[in-house]
């Protein structure tokens, strides 16, 4: 028992600086992709006659048109997503590594982790449906495993029951102690 104490002690605390370090990270894209969507901005007040914005003469590789912004707005929002499943990640951690297991807070944690991860997907699926028509696969790489193809959604789809199986676990835990603690 004492291998498995010592185990989650390095296990929570190796969890903690990884989730630090990719929330230091998905900051650092939230300020890189918010300085893109100005420079979007500032560069489509800049739109010729046929209402899509000129890159004749910015240094920009592609047209991509007036999609630009939303595109990067919404993967913006991912990020957010993104950031917010790491935040209740921290939490649960924080929660375990004390032995507070199966309480409200982290069935709470839980539940808005398997939220965030839809809307998650659901941002996903519309980026590729906008980029998909102009043929910009690569701009979501970043979320995916490559072009969007129809494992990541299989991958998606199991990572999301996986969460939520996870969710009923600490539910039933949660009713299961509450009715323990009011026999005693």
């Known amino acids: 028992m004492e291998f498995m104490e010592a185990l989650n002690k390095i296990v929570f605390k190796i969890s903690q600086v990884l989730i630090q370090l990719i929330l230091i990270m998905l900051y650092f894209f939230e300020v890189v992709f918010l300085i893109g969507l100005i420079s979007f901005i500032i560069i ?97 790489d970043i979320f995916g495993l490559g072009k969007p193809s129809i494992i990541n959604y299989v991958i998606y789809f199991v990572i999301l029951i996986t969460i939520y199986i996870i969710y009923n676990i600490f539910r039933y835990g949660i009713k299961v102690q509450n009715d323990s603690d009011s026999v005693i």
């Not at 919404?74 to 935040?87: A, E, K, P, S």
């Not at 921290?90 to 032995?99: D, G, R």
Request: net charge positive; charged share 15%.
């Open 44 to 140: 489509g007040l800049n739109i010729d006659n046929k209402g899509s914005i000129n890159y004749a003469n910015s240094s920009l590789p592609m047209n991509i048109g007036i999609k630009a912004p939303i595109i990067i707005f919404l993967i913006m929002l991912m990020i957010v997503t993104l950031i917010m499943i790491c935040r209740f990640l921290k939490k649960i951690i924080k929660n375990l590594k004390v032995k507070q297991y199966f309480i409200e807070n982290n069935a709470v944690y839980i539940r808005n982790i398997l939220y965030s991860f839809m809307i998650f997907i659901i941002i996903n699926i519309i980026l590729n449906i906008l980029t998909s028509v102009k043929k910009l696969f690569n701009i979501t």
